[in-house]
């Protein structure tokens, strides 16, 4: 991340259809909510674009090869959920995202997220496009 930038944070209003009978959030949705941020980090870095475009118009896929996720507080409708959202490894063709999923000021999960850049419409290994690459060196938080 460069020096004095804010880490990104893209807020999910939890709804009650995103709940299990025992009232929190189902399991499930926690890597969609974390994807979903991952999402929003793009077209915060992109001019709009996220996967959807990325796909599309630039021919660019980043399939997910990786998620892992630690869970330490329930997700409730009561609050926003907090995401806050960057890179942190840097590979030849590869990407990897820590999300911290917070609610009311308490961590709820975090995750590491590796996905492999693609030449979408070949579903072929590539290397990181240079634009991108660009855009990430930038914003990398070393841990």
Not at 40 to 51: I, P, T, V
Not at 126 to 143: H, K
Request: glycine share 8%; proline share 6%; aromatic share 12%.
């Amino acid at each position: 991340m460069k020096m004095g930038a804010k880490p990104f944070v893209h807020q999910i209003n939890v709804t009650w259809a995103d709940c299990d009978p025992a009232r929190i959030a189902y399991t499930g949705r926690l890597p969609y909510f974390a994807l979903d941020a991952i999402n929003g980090w793009w077209e915060a870095h992109l001019g709009g674009d996220g996967w959807y475009q990325m796909e599309l118009d630039r021919n660019v896929g980043t399939p997910f090869v990786r998620m892992e996720m630690d869970f330490t507080h329930p997700v409730t409708p009561r609050h926003p959920l907090m995401c806050e959202t960057y890179p942190v490894r840097l590979g030849r063709s590869s990407i990897t995202f820590r999300v911290r999923g917070r609610q009311d000021a308490k961590l709820c999960f975090e995750g590491l997220f590796t996905s492999v850049f693609i030449i979408a419409d070949q579903f072929k290994s590539q290397e990181i496009p240079g634009d991108y690459r660009q855009i990430l060196e930038g914003r990398i938080v070393a841990e």
